[in-house]
């Protein structure tokens, strides 16, 4: 379910658009160990551990930068997208809290499943709010940091 980046998702705004394509390749990272390790994901947990919170504080980081732009440009509706924001990282912060479990990485299978789903809900997250709530921001700046 790999998405690549591609034109559809720019804002024109160049560093944002240089931090979502960052985001793309760290998602691409964290699906790639999937798909290259099914069936022995356990063996593999620092890896994964690693890939996925280098895509966590990437994000972080990414959803400052943007709410200061969007600030610093008087955006209308920041505070909507702040809270967009905050709820993809409480779900972030959910799964990581799971996947830090001591026993977590001795069921293949669940391994399996919280990866399978964390990587199809990051990929339809991403896609769809750039698609929609980044785009609705585009028209408002003026200048960046």
Known sequence: ???EWNNKF???????????????FLLGEVENLYNNNKGNLSQKSKEIKEAISALEQYTLSHFLI????????????????????NKFTDKIF????????SDFFSDEAKVDDFLQHL???LNTWLTNHIMVKD???????????
Request: proline share 3%; net charge negative; glycine share 2%.
């Open 1 to 3: 379910m790999s998405i």
């Open 10 to 24: 720019e804002t024109n705004i160049s560093e944002i658009d240089t931090q979502h394509k960052r985001l793309f």
């Open 66 to 85: 943007e709410e200061r732009v969007m600030e610093d440009n008087d955006y209308p509706d920041l505070e909507n997208h702040k809270e967009l924001h």
């Open 94 to 101: 959910q799964g990581k809290e799971q996947m830090m479990t």
């Open 119 to 121: 990587i199809k809900f």
């Open 135 to 145: 785009m609705d921001y585009k028209p408002y700046i003026r200048h960046t940091l």
